[in-house]
């Protein structure tokens, strides 16, 4: 049986997939609108297309979007992706702080696969359902309760979680009980970091912090046997100091004074 024949090239098909992705098409969608990987190669050298990164294409004359850099992240993840954490904060408006990583979740089916992560991408696992993700231009980003709890479990700074949990409230992107619920999980946060923080402090309080009396001897777990030479080493020493003792006490006795 003979497989189908490729579709004509289509470019007003290709153009639907750039325009909501920032100008950008997958190498899967100009497949779609009839571009073979060499029709591509063609295009790219004639200057209609330029390549951004492997397996991600742009139409050179299309208007320059805000997220570029962003949708391209996305195409990369197969439009998995959902951008969240710090990226989204940021996305919506709720920090003045620009993280110095993009943050994206990717599904918990993703979490065994070998990926090769674009340079500047911290990438997390947890499933977005619909009602946790909004669209900011042309990239899903989570709303803003999952960011915030997001930002919790990822131990972002207490002070700027709590800035942005007033915004969001001024802004009504959450309600009273989001803010409760965001609070309550700082607070066990909070708790279990001074634990685990007290869990390391002590092995090193019982090693190394304790003082020992005077006199006191070590504990018998962390005396070693000395060594052979160790031990006439140690005879040599005391004979030293015996002889050194015998030689005080007759300088001192009156019998060798009176010599």
């Known amino acids: ?61 299309f208007p320059a979007g805000e997220h570029e850099d962003l949708a391209t992240i996305w195409l990369w993840s197969e439009k998995a992706g959902v951008f969240s954490h710090e990226t989204a904060l940021m996305l919506h408006n709720l920090s003045d702080a620009l993280p110095r990583k993009v943050n994206l979740t990717l599904p918990t089916a ?45 131990h972002v700074s207490p002070e700027l979680v709590e800035a942005a949990v007033r915004q969001a409230r001024a802004r009504v992107l959450i309600d009273k009980d989001d803010v409760k619920a965001i609070r ?40 070693r046997p000395l060594s052979r030479a160790h031990r006439r080493r140690a005879r040599r020493q005391c004979d030293d100091q015996r002889r050194a003792g015998c030689r005080t006490l007759r300088r001192a006795s009156p019998h060798h004074q009176g010599h």
């Open 1 to 61: 049986m003979r497989s189908p024949a490729p579709s004509a090239p289509n470019w007003d098909r290709l153009f639907e997939f750039a325009v909501g992705q920032e100008g950008q098409f997958t190498t899967k969608q100009a497949a779609e609108a009839g571009y073979s990987p060499q029709l591509m190669l063609k295009y790219v050298k004639n200057g209609r297309v330029t390549r951004v990164r492997r397996g991600v294409y742009r139409i050179v004359h």
């Open 184 to 223: 309550a999980r700082g607070r066990a946060a909070l708790r279990q970091r001074r634990r685990v923080q007290a869990g390391r402090r002590e092995p090193l309080a019982r090693d190394v912090g304790q003082r020992r009396r005077p006199g006191a001897q070590a504990p018998a777990s962390r005396l």
């Open 110 to 154: 993703w979490t065994k696969r070998r990926l090769r992560v674009p340079k500047g991408v911290v990438l997390h696992h947890g499933d977005v359902p619909r009602k946790d993700r909004v669209e900011i231009g042309s990239v899903p980003v989570t709303n803003a309760r999952r960011t915030l709890l997001d930002c919790v479990d990822a």
